[in-house]
């Protein structure tokens, strides 16, 4: 088994901003599957709310592998990169938790998307974790 590693503190913003992931999952033929999504941390686990059932939630159950980088919207330079697994799938709270990514992401309330969908929430363990945080340019 892979050893969990943590995400660094000087990250910790990006999963409090509007940060967007690109998230990589891995189709039945090994190709790569990649779509930018809205992020959510819980701990060290990276947390994506995605459609049951889509291409990206039918991915994890047959690999669970994934990488993806999480992306500073103030400096796109700066971005924190995930390689680990998809050690579980919520569906109980999924839709609560769209709607809290939605007030982040959007300033509204709720998720503006279609509301009889049924939401995953994909849980990641980091296994490895790298970052980018070049410094600032003088002016």
Known sequence: MTEEVSIPEEYS?????RSFAFVSTLLPDGAPHVTPTWVDRENDHVLVNTVLDNRKDRNVQHDPRV?????????P??????????????TDGAREHLDRLA????GEPRY?????????V???RPDHVTGQAPPRRSE
Do not use: K
Not at 13 to 17: A, N
Not at 67 to 75: F, I, K, R, S, T
Not at 77 to 90: D, F, K, M, P
């Open 103 to 106: 007030e982040r992401y959007t």
């Open 122 to 124: 994909h849980v990641v």
């Open 112 to 120: 503006p998307g279609p509301s009889g969908q049924q939401r995953v």
């Open 13 to 17: 913003d990006l999963f409090e901003s």
């Open 67 to 75: 990488a993806l980088a999480v992306v500073d919207p103030e400096n």
């Open 77 to 90: 330079y700066r971005y924190l990169s995930v390689r680990g697994e998809v050690i579980e799938r919520r």
